[in-house]
């Protein structure tokens, strides 16, 4: 089991924002003393910040911005970050299991090896993100923005084995450019893999054949 960083002595480095900063220092020294509350971060700014392997797990961050910041190997299971900044940001290996992150904003984002159980991203910009090696099963990408995402190896496996076990979800997805060599697993589309202005949604058995034709014949594609 991985043990979470719960003190200020955990901090490899600090928001500039004295705000952001003040937040994270009181959320840590009550997390340090007992379970503590949840990180309250909602609008503030993280920029600057290392926050790798820190214990954030329920953090509410909506709205906030984290461009460029530090998340690696950080536990932010049920966190909120709905409408927030994310480009650019390292969160590779990250538990991320449960976050709702509608609408964030992430373009070139790294979540590589991230464990993304049942994350929503509806509507989320993730272009040119990284989601190599990640485990996707039951994530959900309505409508979301994955142009030139790579994909490389990313689990979507479905087993079944309980209510909260499902496929991705990508209905209306776009995946254009995208890198899916070697993700294996179950899909739920339709997917837009048009590189133009006007959608080009696919669907069934297109959609798999579109998978095995850019390297990943080990996808299968469920009906929604």
Request: net charge negative; proline share 3%; charged share 25%.
């Given at each position: ?33 007992s379970d503590g509350p949840d990180l309250v971060g909602d609008q503030y700014d993280f920029r600057g910040a290392d ?121 209306g997805a776009r995946l254009a450019g995208s890198f899916v060599t070697g993700a294996r697993g179950h899909v739920v ?36």
């Amino acid at each position: 089991m991985i043990g979470y960083g719960k003190n200020r002595h955990s901090v490899t480095a600090w928001p500039v924002e004295a705000d952001a900063r003040s937040a994270l220092e009181k959320y840590l020294d009550a997390r340090s003393a007992s379970d503590g509350p949840d990180l309250v971060g909602d609008q503030y700014d993280f920029r600057g910040a290392d926050l790798t392997g820190l214990d954030l797990a329920g953090a509410y961050l909506f709205g906030a911005c984290l461009d460029g910041v530090r998340l690696v190997h950080a536990d932010l299971r049920g966190a909120t970050l709905i409408g927030a900044d994310l480009n650019r940001a390292n969160l590779s290996g990250a538990d991320l299991t449960k976050i709702e992150a509608s609408e964030i904003a992430a373009e070139g984002a790294a979540m590589r090896a991230a464990h993304l159980f049942a994350a929503e991203f509806d509507r989320a910009v993730l272009s040119d993100a990284d989601f190599r090696d990640a485990f996707l099963n039951s994530a959900v990408f309505l409508a979301a923005d994955l142009r030139r995402a790579d994909l490389r190896g990313a689990s979507l496996r479905y087993c079944g084995f309980g209510p909260d076990d499902g496929p991705a979800r990508l209905a209306g997805a776009r995946l254009a450019g995208s890198f899916v060599t070697g993700a294996r697993g179950h899909v739920v589309g339709p997917v837009d893999v048009g590189s133009g202005t006007e959608p080009d949604l696919i669907d069934g058995a297109a959609l798999a054949e579109w998978f095995a034709a850019n390297g990943a014949p080990d996808v299968t594609v469920l009906s929604g």
